[in-house]
């Protein structure tokens, strides 16, 4: 899902500079917000129910009007000339919204008349968007016949009928199972890295780990932490483990002094530790009590405990 080439590709693909949004009722959703995003990012925006991050990315798409600040798509200020920055914008809602009594193909195609996109041009597109999201066999069937996960598939190539430079995505797994999860992960780095840039919302923080190289956190309006997402996880003073063990676990496991042993299964240490404590440590004193350990693999969902110790919210649903 290649986009087209455009000027301007070197500067940042969104920028936000103090942003802020005050809803009639009274309600401060948005308290001076600043962030960038560079060309070609794969970029995490999380945040607790009512954070403000859903009414950020409605300014960002122009379906909100901002109280105050600066919007500007690849240097394009959306409220100067909103239609040429929307034109560089593909949005992904997390509700699925096309027609169920519409044909895929149909539904592209369309979709691309909207934006101005000549008809000959949409169905050439339309094919080729749809075989990149392996949905070429269904062009022709009722929407309403294709799976959950052909139907989130079927959102992202729509969304990609008009080679957005920016991808804008809200919870585009939400309710699939992890299989179809982890397919729609290898459509999403496969446009990445065909150069467009990735915004991704996410109800599953492994998600955002696995994906995105950076990322920013909003409570009550405000960024708390953005940056790598290396470094930002980096930051915690405790990292966990899976340790695969050769035999049947005993009833009661070693204790080790300043970390936490938990039996996942019969076979299986969930482990708990400081960064500062040496691994060889942990081995030793397994070791010591029978427990041989097969291999080990690092747990994925650090960036969870990130975003408890920074909102300080045990709610870790973005969904908001």
Sequence with gaps: MT???IPGAD???????DLRKTYDN??????????EVAPGDFYALLGPNGAGKSTLIGIASSLVNKTSGEVRIFGVDIAADRDAAMRLIGLVPQEINFNMFEKPFDICVNYAGFYGVPRAIAR??????????????????????????????????RAMMTSPRLLILDE?????????????????????ASGTTIILTTHYLEEAENLCRNLAIIDKGRIVEQGPMKALLAKLDVEGFLLDIEQALP???????????????????????????E??????????????????RT????????FVRLTGDNNTGVAA
Aim: proline letters at 5%; charged letters at 30%; zero cysteines.
């Design 26 to 35: 009274g309600v401060e959703a948005l308290k001076g917000i600043s962030l």
């Design 3 to 5: 986009p087209d080439p």
């Design 124 to 157: 050439e597109r339309a094919e080729r968007v749809l075989k990149e999201a392996q949905l070429w066999d269904k062009a022709d069937k009722m929407s309403r016949t294709l799976s959950g996960g052909m139907k989130r598939r079927l959102m992202i190539a």
């Design 251 to 277: 009833g009661v496991l070693p204790k080790i002094e300043g970390a936490t042993l938990l039996a996942e299964d019969e076979h299986t240490i969930d482990i708990e530790k400081p960064r500062a404590m």
């Design 299 to 306: 747990k994925t969902n650090r960036l969870e405990e990130l």
């Design 279 to 296: 691994l060889n440590h942990v081995f030793a004193a397994l070791d010591a009590a029978g427990i041989r350990v097969r291999s080990m």
């Design 11 to 17: 500067v940042p693909a969104l920028s936000i500079r």
């Design 172 to 192: 585009p797994t939400a309710g699939v199972d992890i299989e179809i999860r982890r397919g729609m992960w290898k459509t999403l780095k496969e446009i990445n």
